[in-house]
């Protein structure tokens, strides 16, 4: 399964706000756990992901937010900021990671990184 950026932050985002994950249908429960346990072990967030017999992901909880995953979610909240680091990221840095995408917003939020407009 391909890593989705925006996916990634919207977990955040939704765990943040409602302590749940109810995102849109567009998204299936086997995706959004898969996310989920990215988010667990890049240490963002403290929860759980359900397997079915054969080690499926099926289903995903996330009890909290670490310290870590507010503090990505505080260098990418703005959206236009968000865009333009994704963009940035997703064309420059194809290989990138979920602390090269927090890095390179905090460089755009401190003006070391200039994206124009």
Do not use: C
């Amino acid at each position: 399964m391909k890593r989705d950026i925006d996916l990634l932050r919207n977990i955040l985002l939704d765990a943040e706000s409602n302590g749940h994950l109810g995102l849109p249908g567009e998204h299936t429960p086997e995706e959004i756990a898969e996310h989920v346990q990215q988010l667990l072990e890049a240490g963002l967030v403290e929860g759980q992901v359900v397997r079915n017999k054969v080690g499926i992901l099926i289903g995903s909880a996330i009890i909290r937010l670490t310290a870590a995953g507010h503090d990505f979610l505080d260098a990418t909240r703005n959206p236009s900021l968000w865009t333009k680091t994704k963009g940035y990221v997703t064309k420059n840095l194809p290989e990138w990671t979920l602390s090269i995408v927090k890095d390179v917003a905090e460089r755009v939020l401190k003006g070391e990184i200039h994206l124009g407009h």
